[in-house]
Nanobody
């Protein structure tokens, strides 16, 4: 199994950019599909983006498409989320997850990180 650990969150003004990182130790990182989710106060957790084990397939929520980019570096056991043109409604705790690709883009999410806070000011 792997243990995802997120980093890179912070406070940014609307229109700005952030890069989140997720390092996954304890297992064979390259076997897993990886993804990002977010949860805002009082709201349910929502899917943001996912990537196949090889990195040749990506999938995005409509709300972030054309603004966010997910990528991975299997040599570093790390997945990234590049967030551009940030909006106040992107404010949330962002969580990294690892899972088994069943029928892409469907992934059976198995392991979760604790999350990193992203706050976007108006």
């Amino acid at each position: 199994q792997v243990q995802p650990v997120e980093s890179g969150g912070g406070l940014v003004q609307a229109g700005g950019s952030l890069r989140l990182s997720c390092s996954a130790s304890g297992g064979t990182f390259s076997r897993y599909g990886m993804g990002w989710f977010r949860q805002a106060p009082g709201k349910e957790r929502e899917f943001v983006a996912s990537i196949t084990w090889s990195g040749d397939g990506t999938y995005y929520a409509d709300s972030v498409k054309d603004r966010f980019i997910i990528s991975r570096d299997n040599a570093k056991d790390t997945v990234y989320l590049y967030m551009n043109s940030l909006k106040p409604e992107d404010t949330a705790v962002y969580l990294c997850a690892a899972g088994a690709v069943t029928n892409w883009p469907q992934i059976n999410w198995l392991y979760w990180g604790q999350g990193t806070q992203v706050t976007v000011s108006p």
